[in-house]
């Protein structure tokens, strides 16, 4: 076959058959005796063999390799087209990103388009300053992508970044829930208990509120802590087991004993909080300053129920418990 139908047959330009000739990747076997080349069905063969491998990838010097040279094995070759085509796939997922994210901003113009692009170079720096000064040097009247935002929240590890990419967050609306909400679902419990921050300043939005109820069963404590306060804050009763357990534990216990007491404040709860926290005080194993916490917390409990607690703990076996719990007693009798 001369080379117009070998291009035909094989969709392998007349152009493309030169430079293989011209490389000796892909010789035909004969002439025709006016000097054009002519391919045999052997030929052919090895035009598809090319492109092939060619389509994995495969450089021409490659192809030439793995045909001509029986010691050329795939193994390794193929291993490192593999981690070439990841490495290339991560740059193009992160410049779909980047497109997106500019999308989103609905530019006016190319100087909005170069703003955003600044506010990602910076947000990409490695050094926690320079992420912090593209976040605080944004000018209000200019829209950034919460979702942009968001990403960078889940991916924070600076806390003093991370609270200036919160604050920002909270002012450019509701739109980055979505993509808060699935760091609340992330194997890294790191990103799981950013998401949950970032989540408990929006947690006015419902569907912040709801990925919040999710985080309130992470298996991770810290995760599970500002959900807790946040829902509680907007009174959600599901919250109140981890609440008390942030009293037992003394980790935000301040903050914790208040919006239980803010709980309190619905008769339909406040049982079901005195008895959360009394069920502590007689845990099996219960500290004195773990009991001493718990005292304090009940101070912040409205009702008639907390002064009998009180009283009863005030003749508690454990002298410092006892002398807290007549201390809170009288501070009661005192409000009254």
């Keep these: 076959m001369l080379i117009g139908e070998v291009a035909r047959r094989s969709g392998v330009s007349a152009r493309m058959l030169r430079h293989y000739d011209a490389l000796g990747l892909v010789r035909p076997t004969g002439r025709t005796v006016g000097g054009y080349r002519e391919y045999s069905a052997e030929d052919v063969r090895r035009i598809f063999h090319v492109e092939s491998l060619r389509s994995l990838g495969l450089s021409l010097h490659q192809v030439a390799q793995a045909l001509g040279d029986p010691a050329f094995t795939p193994d390794a070759l ?24 500019i999308d989103a901003s609905a530019p006016a113009d190319w100087q909005d388009v170069l703003r955003v692009v600044a506010l990602m170079q910076g947000l990409d720096s490695p050094h926690a300053a320079r992420r912090q000064q593209a976040v605080l040097a944004r000018q209000d009247d200019v829209p950034v992508p919460a979702e942009l935002l968001a990403k960078a929240v889940l991916a924070e590890p600076d806390p003093v970044v991370s609270g200036a990419l919160r604050w920002a967050l909270a002012r450019s609306g509701d739109s ?59 009174g959600t009763t599901a919250a109140v087991p981890v609440l008390v357990g942030m009293v037992v534990d003394g980790v935000n216990d301040v903050d914790a004993a208040e919006v239980l007491g803010a709980l309190s404040a619905d008769p339909a709860r406040a049982d079901g909080v005195l008895t959360a926290l009394t069920g502590e005080l007689t845990a099996p194993g219960a500290d004195s300053a773990t009991r001493i916490r718990l005292t304090q917390a009940l101070v912040e409990l409205p009702g008639p129920g907390v002064r009998q607690v009180l009283d009863r703990l005030s003749r508690d076996d454990d002298p410092a418990v006892a002398r807290v719990a007549a201390a809170f007693a009288g501070l009661l009798d005192g409000r009254s």
């Design 176 to 234: 980055g829930v979505t993509a808060l909400a699935a760091g609340v679902h992330d194997e890294d419990p790191a990103v799981r208990l950013r998401a949950a921050r970032a989540l408990a300043d929006l947690a006015e939005v419902p569907a912040a509120a709801a990925a919040l109820e999710d985080a309130l069963a992470d298996p991770d404590p810290a995760v599970r802590r500002p959900a807790a306060l946040a829902l509680g804050r907007r």
């Design 78 to 101: 193929v291993g490192d087209l593999i981690r070439w085509t990841q490495e290339r796939l991560d740059r193009e997922r992160e410049l779909l990103e980047r497109l997106r994210a």
